[in-house]
């Protein structure tokens, strides 16, 4: 049985969208405290792959997910698919009636990124409200869970309030309908499924410091094979202050005869480029089958 690392406790939009990513096959999914856990986890063989949360439409990159993949140089990007995070306002069962319930919420505990997807909701139905940020969605449900104090709500997934036993009291509170969250999976064997809506390459590429204009040569070098780069992205190397290397989304695989050209020309200039994978690419409507 394959284990599947996610990003826990148990109830997460992770942990939703690894279900739902895994959907045909017998998987144990683990959840772990720490996205550095799960990274862990998967480069020493007690999960197989692990789940990682990559960029939202409302908030953008997971910018710390990005250096974890940057720093994990065995784990390559096996699978890249999509899933909306619907979040969803929770609180402890009660008689009262829903609206005496939310007018009487004093304090909301959940991620940051959740209560800020959920901006518009709470400033307008809980201007009263103080806010706790924990380590994930999941945690403050559970929070609220042990709390057992009817004063207080979380943000977090259908998922956890039915695991925890609690009450919906509002539900898709986030404030653009198209919230959805790109999801990668790494690990080191490749995934076995249908084919995918397209394919899809992640590369770093690192600029030579005494060649101007190298970025443009860079971009060239695509354009003109039209090749599409679906995201361009600064990081600092962390190396110099001032020094960056560029997280590069191509839409387009390895195998094809276009792409290895491209990378080829790019290094004849002087630039570093590493692969962090080639791998297929699903939307929300089109789940892989394992």
């Known amino acids: 049985m394959k284990r599947i690392a996610f990003l826990g406790p148990e109830g997460t939009v992770s942990q939703e969208s690894a279900r739902y990513f895994f959907a045909e096959g017998t998987y144990e999914f683990v959840p772990y405290a720490l996205m550095s856990d799960v990274f862990a986890a998967t480069a020493d063989g007690t999960a197989d792959y692990g789940v990682v949360p990559i960029e939202n439409t409302i908030e953008g990159s997971?910018?710390?997910?990005?250096?974890?993949?940057?720093?994990?140089?065995s784990l390559p990007i096996q699978g890249e698919w999509v899933y909306p995070s619907i979040q969803n306002?929770?609180?402890?069962?009660?008689?009262?009636?829903?609206?005496?319930r939310i007018a009487g919420l004093r304090k909301?505990?959940?991620?940051?990124?959740?209560?800020?997807?959920?901006?518009?909701?709470?400033?307008?139905?809980l201007p009263q409200a103080e806010?706790?940020?924990?380590?994930?969605?999941?945690?403050?449900?559970?929070?609220v869970k042990e709390a057992g104090?009817?004063?207080?709500?979380?943000?977090?997934?259908?998922?956890?309030?039915?695991?925890?036993?609690?009450?919906?009291?509002?539900?898709?509170?986030?404030?653009?309908?198209?919230?959805y969250t790109r999801f990668i999976v790494i690990g080191r064997e490749r995934l076995s499924m249908r084919p995918p809506e397209q394919h899809k390459t992640t590369i770093l590429v690192t600029l030579p410091e005494d060649y101007p204009g190298a970025l443009h040569q860079v971009l060239s070098a695509f354009a003109w094979r039209r090749i599409n780069l679906s995201k361009i992205e600064s990081r600092p190397t962390k190396k110099k202050l001032g020094n960056y290397y560029f997280y590069i989304d191509i839409e387009m695989?390895?195998?094809?005869?276009l792409l290895p050209s491209a990378l080829q020309e790019i290094e004849a200039i002087g630039c570093q480029v590493r692969t962090l994978g080639s791998y297929p690419y699903f939307s929300y409507s089109n789940r892989p089958n394992n």
């Open 131 to 143: 806010f706790d940020y924990v380590s994930s969605t999941a945690e403050g449900v559970r929070i």
């Open 253 to 257: 695989s390895l195998d094809s005869v």
């Open 62 to 73: 997971v910018k710390h997910h990005i250096d974890l993949l940057v720093d994990s140089e």
């Open 149 to 179: 104090d009817a004063s207080i709500a979380a943000i977090g997934t259908r998922m956890s309030a039915e695991l925890y036993g609690l009450d919906l009291l509002a539900e898709n509170i986030t404030d653009h309908d198209n919230n």
């Open 89 to 100: 306002l929770i609180g402890v069962k009660s008689d009262a009636s829903v609206a005496e």
């Open 108 to 125: 909301v505990v959940s991620k940051d990124v959740a209560i800020a997807q959920c901006h518009d909701f709470l400033r307008s139905r």
